[in-house]
């Protein structure tokens, strides 16, 4: 039987400084693995590296301390990070596959999904649907979701350019991407 998605007591440490909502993010990873059949291109590990980006792009230095910025919702930034790609029909051009992940949620909403508030669960769906068409919405959360998809286009042989990219912080690492590694390797 599947668990669901669920929030935990309080929170979990990724560093001593940072700490992030705890989530039930391996049932996640089990339901856009299941059925995977495109292998790695679009498949779990670039579904762990758009995580990893993620939460990085998402950091801000508080008095001294790492945190989660508060105006990004990183709950939707993990979840998008495993659930953006799951309907993709093939790994070349498939434009329609955000669409279909976007209408995919809708699917899961009660299962896997029932933890999120109607605007999380929103801001999820937006995020998914408009990630291969939409450059910058000027929502947060939502621009995150994007650059850490687009800060992983080098797997495809695609140098992230930084004026393609929705956030500051985006740009910021697909100029300096030697940051973005120097960070993943103390922060992983």
């Given at each position: 039987?599947?668990?669901?998605?669920?929030?935990k007591a309080p929170t979990t440490a990724l560093t001593p400084a940072v700490?992030?909502?705890?989530?039930?993010?391996?049932?996640?990873?089990?339901?856009?693995?299941?059925?995977?059949?495109?292998?790695?291109?679009?498949?779990?590990?670039?579904?762990?590296?758009?995580?990893?980006?993620?939460?990085?792009?998402?950091?801000?230095?508080?008095?001294?301390?790492?945190?989660?910025?508060?105006?990004?919702?990183?709950?939707?930034?993990?979840?998008?990070?495993?659930?953006?790609?799951?309907?993709?029909?093939?790994?070349?051009?498939?434009?329609?596959?955000?669409?279909?992940?976007?209408?995919?949620?809708?699917?899961?909403?009660?299962?896997?999904?029932?933890?999120?508030?109607?605007?999380?669960?929103?801001?999820?769906?937006?995020?998914?649907?408009?990630?291969?068409?939409?450059?910058?919405?000027?929502?947060?959360?939502?621009?995150?979701?994007?650059?850490?998809?687009?800060?992983?286009?080098?797997?495809?042989?695609?140098?992230?350019?930084?004026?393609?990219?929705?956030?500051?912080?985006?740009?910021?690492?697909?100029?300096?991407?030697?940051?973005?590694?120097?960070?993943?390797?103390?922060?992983?």
């Amino acid at each position: 039987m599947m668990k669901f998605f669920q929030r935990k007591a309080p929170t979990t440490a990724l560093t001593p400084a940072v700490e992030l909502p705890d989530l039930n993010i391996n049932i996640v990873k089990r339901f856009a693995s299941s059925d995977w059949k495109l292998g790695e291109i679009h498949g779990l590990s670039h579904w762990q590296r758009v995580e990893r980006n993620g939460i990085i792009l998402s950091l801000e230095k508080l008095n001294g301390t790492l945190c989660i910025r508060k105006d990004i919702n990183i709950t939707v930034v993990r979840l998008f990070a495993y659930l953006h790609d799951k309907c993709r029909l093939d790994d070349g051009w498939d434009f329609e596959h955000g669409i279909r992940a976007a209408k995919m949620l809708h699917s899961i909403r009660r299962m896997l999904l029932k933890e999120l508030s109607d605007n999380e669960f929103s801001l999820l769906e937006k995020a998914c649907e408009l990630h291969t068409t939409e450059h910058k919405t000027g929502e947060p959360t939502i621009d995150t979701c994007f650059d850490a998809d687009r800060l992983d286009l080098n797997r495809v042989g695609i140098e992230p350019s930084p004026n393609k990219m929705a956030t500051e912080q985006g740009a910021y690492y697909a100029e300096y991407p030697h940051k973005l590694e120097q960070i993943k390797s103390l922060l992983f």
